[in-house]
């Protein structure tokens, strides 16, 4: 089977890694506390009637349907490649970057597709009586579009096909080739057919494809499997990756803080090391000591009292006076 990238697994792509897992319990925590809902984007009636402008924020962190995830998880762990080459600090900065500029740019469009829409259905219906039409064409295109990071994916593509190189090619021969045809008088040129000739006459049976063929296989699904609702959002990041790669986006350089990426990439170790300045604060600026640093400290303090103890039986043999051997002699069968 043939790989996604190169190098299998995550190895130094601790991004991506990242971003695979919390896609992973994001969606399934979603599908098992059933709020589904709360991260539905529709211009009428979350926006305008009741103002629920945090739907622009968190409607692309996750997915709503198992056929988004696969897609979306497979093309996640595809674009480590770019983590490699960018960097792991610089892909988190411009995931980020990127996700702002999808959610505020989406939105827009959304909006003004929805007046121009409105516009449109009123000089067309409203003036020739059918006011009936209004509300079915304001159900359009304009009014909602599917949860998901759509859009950073679509820009994080034109990204790959930008500055990933292409590995390898392959021709898949759609059918077989056939020999030109000679004259029926001209016997003595049947085995002298030169290559350029046949070359020619087989080039235009044969398909072209490279390594990026996954890649655009997953993307084409991703588009086509929510129909209209993944038109906007595919758009709007197919424009934004455009200006990237032109460097045209401002904003693009901006790299997050180094505690932000640690605390990204490392939770555990960031969440270990706040609650130790947390009970270093409550303490009032003394730490516990460990199980073993304490047994250090207990054998320490044995090791100074047998020390102790054995200088003090050094002293007390030198205090006695060292008997020579002769006097030892004597007293011995004196008795």
């Known amino acids: 089977m043939a790989q996604f990238t190169p190098i299998r697994g995550f190895v130094n792509t601790p991004v991506s890694k990242s971003i695979c897992i919390i896609f992973t319990i994001a969606a399934v925590m979603v599908s098992i506390l059933e709020i589904k809902y709360f991260f539905n984007l529709q ?9 629920q402008y945090w739907r622009i924020v968190i409607y692309q962190l996750t997915v709503v349907n198992e056929s988004d995830y696969l897609i979306c998880i497979l093309l996640w762990f595809s674009y480590k490649n770019l983590e490699r ?3 792991s600090r610089i892909y988190l900065s411009l995931v980020t970057v990127l996700a702002l500029y999808n959610a505020l740019c989406c939105f827009i469009v959304m ?3 929805q007046l121009i829409t409105r516009l449109i259905s009123y000089a067309l219906y409203a003036k020739l009586g059918w006011i009936s039409e209004v509300e079915a064409f304001d159900q359009m295109i304009f009014n909602k579009v599917i949860p998901g990071p759509l859009g950073i994916i679509s820009s994080l593509y034109i990204c790959y096909g930008k500055v990933i190189p292409v590995s390898y090619r392959f021709n898949i021969v759609l059918s077989a080739p056939t020999p030109p045809s000679l004259p029926e008088d001209d016997n003595s040129n049947e085995f002298e057919l030169e290559s350029e000739d046949l070359t020619k006459n087989t080039s235009s049976r044969e398909l072209t494809l490279t390594n990026h063929l996954q890649i655009h296989i997953l993307y084409t699904l991703l588009i086509l499997n929510n129909g209209y609702l993944s038109i906007i959002p595919c758009m709007v990041g197919l424009f934004l990756g455009n200006l990237h790669v032109n460097e045209l986006l401002p904003g693009a350089k901006w ?6 990426y640690r605390a990204f990439v490392h939770p555990v170790q960031t969440i270990s090391k706040l609650s130790g300045l947390f009970d270093r604060n409550v303490n009032g600026g003394y730490e516990r000591l460990s199980r073993s640093s304490d047994s250090l400290v ?9 020390d102790q103890t054995n200088n003090g039986e050094q002293v007390i043999r030198a205090e006695t006076p060292v008997r020579p051997l002769g006097s030892q002699f004597f007293d011995t069968f004196r008795t």
């Open 43 to 51: 211009v009428d009636p979350f926006i305008l009637e009741y103002s």
């Open 85 to 87: 080459f960018y960097g």
């Open 111 to 113: 909006s003004v597709g």
């Open 255 to 260: 790299t997050l803080p180094n505690s932000v």
């Open 298 to 306: 207990d054998d320490g303090q044995d090791q100074e009292s047998e």
